[in-house]
């Protein structure tokens, strides 16, 4: 009775403080602010062996390591200067919402059949989509309130670029959908017990692939802040903190899509069972997962250079738009055939 | 320059001189969305006035500021310049002079089209791994240059009446060993490059110049070659030791921004070939003949034309019987490459993503431009 009290005092409290875990450690602020640091300090040291480099070498110790905080600091102590022109309010408050909006779509993302921050449904994947759906608008306001020649052609290629990547994405996600006969990212996960849908739905895996780089603006895609032509595109005229904004909102929201491709095509958390207890195990596959993912896509920006928004507009309307629809009826086939 | 006026809906981006790719010079681009109308180079920000340095200058003076045009291809303008100076003097560079004179230029031309299709992969959008290979792989030609000048760039080695020293010892065999290696490095370039699918959707079918067009708009060097033009001064008019090496004129017949990348690769292989003829073949003798420290040229006109990296170099000199030459022209191939850039927007569809890919595949040389 008397040892059975704390314990009992101490699951309570642990059951309560679960939302906040989530919050503040998986899927919420540590775990994306980590990833953001550990993936960018990855990414110059991985891309600094392709051009003969070594990368980051001074800041914490020979590897680097703490060279990605020493920039945030020196990027927070930068002063912010507002372009005379500006609008000013949409010109501060657009890079500060923007890394919110995918942040909270990783909300959505189950990391165990119960470890789930926002619990949507049946109305997750659809939330995901509307909720990410928001990103390119702000993008637009933010090169319109600049008032800049540069950062106004980089927000119409925003535009431009999300139009054309995000339908194709809705269809394959759909596709997905009816193949587990359910909207409910935890269920789609579960469906996934048996086999991955990365091998019934192929084309839509490739397709999801090629639009997750579309969506986080990585090369091959980075049209909208093509650096040799538009300087920064939309984020021309950001400086010292809010232009450290857009760079993290750029990996928050690879980090959502990443995290998306994994629930729909490689099952999600599941896992063999490795850490004894399934939520650990389920956590730890999840990573894993998003461990392997990430180099690749860090990898294909060494190797490829940049596509030409005609071209890109080429690829997205008449090859992954067409291809994902196929997608949709091998799908439709499939499920009739009731092979699934 | 006071700017020609633009019509409505058509935005005019002033590309430079303060972005990440222009370089020295400003670029305006009228755009309709992404479609560029109009291009308009506004050149002359480096201007250091190097035709009036030279009236200042006695002939042997000359040679400093005259290599200050176009740095990553000094050997080649300091030829043209002391071609020029030889003909006003009346005096023939000894044969093995001749020989080292050519390796020496060839091994700037291979320096300044790597540095050039360094940059055309860069403005791609290529993560700049290809350009950061070839700014290493020019250390081993600068090394070779070090070893054989004492320095690494605007080493004014060729002078009037020869060159500097002779080749050191074991010079050959270093450069046989920079050669091999090279070759195989060229192997790995055009996997990353001309085979890249990316890439080749970037470069095929941009900027086409046509071969009628290269001709009546005057272009020069590789932007001719590429449109198909066969014309070579070395081949034409054999300076040097050009008239005794073997070596091919590179060109290419579709006239776009890859097929200008590569004529300049092809140019490379020969010029690596020729670089391998000079250390083999090189026939004995002196270096250099005895000139007066203060020459006095005849009175004249005297006239000189090189092939440098980036096209046919004139210098074009009058002399009245002073110290100093009365004028130097100097018709430099980058500004001449700039003009037919200029009337590219009207002669093809040009979007602004291809701005910069377009004129990294002309390749000026700002300096060498404003002079």
Redesign the interface.
């Known amino acids: 009775m008397i040892l059975e009290a704390p314990s009992l005092l101490m699951k309570s409290v642990l059951f309560n403080l679960k939302p906040l875990t989530q919050i503040i450690v998986i899927p919420g602020l540590a775990f994306i602010l980590l990833f953001a640091i550990i993936v960018v300090w990855f990414e110059r040291k991985l891309?600094a062996r392709?051009?003969?480099?070594v990368g980051p070498y001074y800041c914490g110790g020979r590897s680097g390591v703490l060279q990605l905080i020493a920039d945030f600091l020196k990027l927070f102590l930068k002063e912010i200067v507002i372009p005379q022109d500006a609008h000013r309010v949409l010109f501060v408050s657009t890079p500060i919402i923007l890394p919110t909006i995918p942040a909270l779509a990783i909300t959505l993302i189950p990391f165990d059949l119960d470890w789930v921050l926002f619990r949507a449904g049946g109305l997750s994947l659809p939330m995901f989509f509307a909720i990410a759906g928001f990103s390119p608008l702000i993008p637009v306001f933010a090169g319109w309130a600049a008032n800049n020649?540069?950062t106004?052609?980089g927000s119409?290629r925003t535009a431009f670029l999300y139009i054309s990547a995000e339908i194709p994405l809705v269809i394959c996600a759909s596709a997905v959908a009816i193949m587990a006969g359910s909207f409910d990212l935890g269920r789609i996960v579960e469906s996934q017990s048996t086999i991955w849908f990365a091998i019934p739905q192929f084309i839509g895996f490739i397709i999801f692939f090629l639009g997750l780089i579309i969506e986080a603006e990585r090369?091959?895609f980075?049209?909208p802040t093509?650096?040799?032509?538009?300087?920064l595109g939309w984020r021309t005229e950001f400086s010292g903190i809010l232009f450290g904004f857009t760079m993290m909102a750029e990996y928050v929201s690879f980090l959502a899509w990443a995290l998306l491709f994994i629930t729909l095509y490689l099952g999600g958390y599941n896992g063999p069972n490795i850490l004894g207890l399934p939520l650990y195990s389920h956590i730890f596959w999840m990573l894993f997962k998003l461990a392997v993912l990430v180099p690749i896509v860090i990898l294909i920006?060494?190797?490829?250079?940049?596509?030409?928004?005609?071209?890109l507009l080429r690829l997205g309307w008449y090859y992954l738009m067409p291809l994902s629809i196929l997608n949709l009826f091998i799908t439709l086939a499939l499920k009739l055939g009731g092979i699934f | 320059m006071s700017e020609p006026q633009i019509e409505p809906e058509i935005?005019?981006?002033s590309w430079g001189p303060q972005?990440?790719?222009s370089g020295q010079t400003r670029i305006l681009i009228d755009?309709d969305?992404?479609v560029v109308h109009r291009l308009i180079a506004d050149l002359g920000f480096t201007h250091r006035g190097i035709e009036k340095i030279l009236e200042n200058r006695t002939l042997l003076q000359g040679l400093i500021p005259i290599e200050r045009m176009a740095m990553v291809d000094t050997a080649n303008i300091g030829l043209g310049y002391v071609l020029a100076v030889e003909e006003a003097l009346g005096i023939e560079p000894p044969e093995r002079a001749n020989w080292i004179r050519s390796m020496i230029c060839e091994i700037c031309r291979i320096n300044s089209h790597l540095y050039a299709f360094g940059l055309q992969?860069?403005?791609?959008?290529?993560?700049?791994?290809v350009f950061?290979?070839t700014t290493?792989d020019r250390e081993v030609l600068l090394d070779l240059l070090e070893r054989l000048t004492g320095a690494r760039w605007s080493y004014n080695f060729i002078i009037p009446g020869g060159v500097m020293n002779d080749l050191p010892e074991g010079f050959q065999d270093k450069v046989r060993e920079a050669v091999n290696y090279l070759r195989g490095r060229f192997r790995q370039y055009w996997e990353a490059m001309v085979e890249?699918a990316?890439?080749e959707?970037?470069c095929v079918g941009v900027a086409v110049l046509r071969k009628e067009d290269a001709i009546r708009l005057g272009a020069t060097g590789p932007v001719l070659r590429g449109s198909g033009v066969d014309m070579d001064v070395r081949k034409d008019e054999p300076y040097a030791a050009y008239g005794d090496l073997d070596f091919k004129v590179i060109t290419q017949p579709d006239g776009d921004a890859m097929a200008r990348l590569k004529v300049r690769f092809h140019e490379i292989e020969q010029s690596l070939n020729i670089i391998e003829q000079v250390a083999n073949e090189i026939p004995g003798g002196p270096v250099r003949v005895k000139i007066p420290l203060f020459p006095r040229p005849k009175p004249g006109e005297f006239l000189s034309r090189v092939e440098t990296a980036r096209g046919e170099l004139g210098i074009h000199m009058f002399t009245d019987g002073g110290m100093n030459p009365y004028r130097v022209k100097i018709n430099s191939p980058s500004l001449r490459n700039m003009y037919v850039f200029e009337r590219l927007a009207e002669l093809n569809r040009i979007?602004?993503?291809?701005?910069?890919v377009v004129i990294n595949s002309i390749d000026p040389w700002y300096l060498d431009c404003d002079r």
């Open positions: 891309l392709a051009m003969l480099r020649k540069y106004i052609i119409l090369t091959p980075d049209i093509a650096e040799v032509e538009l300087v920006r060494g190797v490829f250079p940049r596509l030409r928004m005609d071209q | 935005i005019r981006i972005h990440p790719m755009v969305g992404e992969v860069e403005s791609t959008g290529y993560f700049p791994a950061l290979w290493v890249n990316v890439f959707m970037r979007l602004v993503a291809d701005i910069p």
